[in-house]
């Protein structure tokens, strides 16, 4: 099969296998269902199942990976349509996402130093909640491992995604504002997927907090290494 052909396979492969996976969410709306999740763990088994290289994948996954600039960059549209929530809000909104950050990278910090991490495992684990190309430059910067960083940005976002809805009952966080700050400033891009199912004020301010936490992450990663290190 030549590359144009292998192209086209695993892109519609990978469309075909995600759209199953949200019809099973859709329907049963379990925890572990979540699309991105179960589409990813069908995919590796696919490849381990037919022994196909990840470089052979993603001769069509760099296609999809390509469409994701593009997508993040659509965020800004329901963000324009809910300007008017944006700006009667402005204050409640920036500080609810600087407290975020703050506490994404505490909480990282803490975690990693009770269960006895080293330095460099710290710092890669400080930018998690973070959008993947910022936290991994932010964590060579520091002295972190930019492709493990990766990882750990990847389980956050899954994992905010995941519970967002087990966390978000028993405190009583039911506005657009909160849910939105929530899933953005915790899990960036996945948690906006999220908060897109909530709907589009939700959607609007996970996308402005994913983007402002970004911001205010370049500017703490460095500050918080040099506090405790």
Known sequence: MTQIGLSLFFIVLTFVTYKFM??????????????????????IVLLLTFDISYDTYMLGGKW????????????AIP?????DLLKNNLIPIIGGIFVGSVT??????????????????????LPKSITTPIAMQITSEIGGIPSLAAVFVIIAGLTGAMFADILYKPFHIDTAIGRGIGL????????????IEYGEQDASMSSIAMTLSALFGSFLGPIAAMIFY
């Open 104 to 125: 994404a990278m505490s909480s990282g910090i803490l975690f990693t130093q009770l269960f006895g991490f080293s330095k460099q495992i710290v710092l890669t684990f």
């Open 184 to 195: 953005g400033a915790a899990s960036h891009a996945i948690g906006t997927s999220k908060a």
């Open 64 to 75: 999809i990976d390509a469409l994701l600039g593009p997508a993040v960059v659509a965020l």
């Open 79 to 83: 963000l324009y349509k809910q300007r």
């Open 22 to 43: 949200a019809r099973i969410y859709a329907r049963y709306r379990a925890v572990f269902l979540l699309p991105i999740l179960t589409t990813t763990i069908a995919i």
